[in-house]
């Protein structure tokens, strides 16, 4: 529930950041777009894992979210309960988070001079 409500109110950040003019309107697109590719990618992980079937690399998931995903990376880890537990990946993961929250406030402050 924690990791739908931090999601939800990033996302809801965003978008009212580009209603108020502050982001382009783009902006909300691409993470909402890219937020639902990483959670049909978890999803399709997560069933191929229960099959024994070729697994997607793990460096996928991470661009994913590197990409603007992670609001919906973080969702489907607690929906899917998947990829959830590995310290390694994990720990991947939220560097993946950092980076792309502190690239949206680098490109937000040049956009806004």
Known sequence: MFAIAIATLFLAI???LAAGGMLPLGVPAVYLAASVAAAIAYGADKSAA???????????LHVLALMGGWP???????????KSRKPSF?????ATVILNCGA??????????
Do not use: D, K, N, Y
């Open 14 to 16: 965003i978008c009212g």
């Open 72 to 82: 919906g990376a973080l969702v489907a880890q607690r929906v899917f309960r998947h």
């Open 104 to 113: 949206l406030v680098w490109f937000g402050w040049i956009a806004g001079s």
């Open 50 to 60: 229960q099959r024994g079937a070729w697994r997607m690399p793990e460096r996928t």
């Open 90 to 94: 994990l720990f991947a993961f939220w």
